[in-house]
């Protein structure tokens, strides 16, 4: 999502993007609140261009994203150096406050929700790129009790399909061949009697586009025609995320989750029929208040009967405004314990996460190759359709190319491979 939106703001300025802030004249920190460190990872990385602004006075400094919806005007009091404050759904704003900004020398807060202009701002295209994003819901209308989400990116928004339709479109004949839908909770996207199953459907019927893939799934919106869709659509990858957050019963009650364990269990059941060879990744939050050991280990059981691919897992973040926070002041789990399970969470997640890339070892997967990898030029990298990272010897004719690669090695977050010729 973060990633989209500083795409869309590279785009909205129609700059030259650099890699050197001394070298730029406009410097954007685009930030998110989802959880206080990366909160105050915002902050830290504005205090880094004060001395840029001190040495180069018309350089123009802002804060775009959700800390800076959440905290306002309050940002300017605080940071002198800051020349702007645009909030979640200011995008298409940008040009006008910069002209603003150079010709008054004003500062400036824009933190409204103009609807109107919601998706106006399609993101930045790098030439060759092989994935993209596809924005088609923003905000959130889900209201759990420990995010942020409802509060800086406003109440859910679903974009029309035929702008969905559009943009990847375009995307797919500029040489994507892989997109990802992205939404808060992207399968509860609706739009004039469109459901999501309709517009995996659609976005299967675009000519060239190889693969779908969309996140953020929430579990009480996986309906049967989404499963349908998933399963009959060819191009859609067989891989979700669908974050649980805990395995008690009575945490997910406390999340607000609306839905229980059993009922979490035999959604991947009802996935797993339709889509047999589908992985599942998941998120989940250590330490919500109130969470005793037994709750953690109903969590632990839960993984064990799962074996989710990965899991992403946080320690509880208290975040202003949220009920949650207020839960927190009468039932904090205390941070030691909460640190103590989250290492052994992630310790769990590694055994499974290890054992499953091994068991891939010998088999011969389809790769969508995105590009050199990052460690090794002689190297490419790509995922396969189950959403693993495969790293393999070839040369860079082959990016954007769907190749069978033979996996010689399971590692802990990737597999290695030979390509099949
Ligand atoms: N504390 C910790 N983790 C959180 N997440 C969201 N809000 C919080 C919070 N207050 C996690 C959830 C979500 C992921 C994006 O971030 O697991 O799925």
Not at 47 to 68: E, L, Q, T
Not at 97 to 107: D, G, M, T
Not at 248 to 275: F, P
Not at 301 to 307: H, Q, R, V
């Amino acid at each position: 999502m973060n990633e989209y939106d500083s795409d869309r703001i590279k785009n909205a300025l129609d700059a030259e993007p650099t890699d050197d802030p001394k070298k730029a004249d406009i410097i954007i920190v685009n930030t998110c609140a989802i959880r206080e460190k990366a909160d105050q990872k915002a902050f830290s990385g504005l205090g880094k261009y004060k001395s840029i602004k001190a040495n180069k006075p018309d350089v123009i400094v802002g804060i775009s994203g959700c800390v800076a919806q959440l905290y306002g005007d309050k940002l300017l009091k605080k940071i002198p150096h800051l020349d702007f404050v645009l909030g979640t759904r200011a995008i298409p704003k940008l040009p006008e406050i910069i002209s603003n900004i150079e010709r008054q020398k004003r500062r400036t807060v824009e933190t409204s929700y103009d609807l109107e202009e919601l998706f106006e701002v399609e993101p930045y295209h790098k030439e060759g790129k092989v994935t993209a994003f596809v924005s088609v819901q923003q905000g959130c209308n889900k209201r759990c009790t420990y995010c942020i989400v409802p509060q800086v990116r406003g109440d859910e928004v679903n974009r029309p399909l035929p702008d969905i339709l559009k943009e990847t479109t375009n995307l797919v004949k500029k040489g994507v061949k892989e997109i990802t839908f992205i939404g808060q909770t992207v399968n509860s996207w609706k739009e004039s009697g469109y459901k999501f199953g309709d517009l995996i459907r659609a976005a299967g019927e675009i000519e060239d586009l190889e693969r779908i893939r969309f996140t953020t799934s929430y579990p009480r919106d996986i309906t049967k025609r989404m499963i349908d869709a998933m399963k009959e659509v060819p191009q859609v990858c067989h891989h979700l995320h669908l974050p649980v957050q805990s395995g008690s019963n009575k945490v997910l009650s406390n999340m607000k989750r609306t839905y229980t364990r059993e009922w979490y269990i035999d959604t991947i059941a009802r996935l797993k029929d339709a889509v047999p060879d589908i992985t599942i990744s998941t998120d989940i939050i250590i330490g919500f208040p109130g969470e005793t050991d037994q709750d953690f280990q109903d969590t632990i059981s839960l993984m064990k009967e799962i074996e989710f691919e990965s899991s992403y897992s946080f320690k509880f973040s208290p975040r202003p405004g949220t009920p949650a926070a207020e839960y927190e002041k009468v039932e904090t789990v205390d941070p030691d314990i909460a640190s103590a399970r989250l290492s052994e969470l992630q310790a769990f997640q590694k055994d499974i996460a290890e054992k499953k890339n091994l068991s891939r070892v010998g088999q011969i997967e389809e790769v969508l190759v995105e590009g050199e990898s990052r460690n090794d030029p002689n190297f490419l990298s790509g995922r396969t359709d189950h959403n693993r990272i495969l790293n393999f010897k070839g040369t860079k004719d082959l990016v954007g190319k769907t190749v069978k690669v033979r996996v010689t090695e399971g590692l802990l977050n990737s597999l290695r491979g030979e390509l099949v010729l």
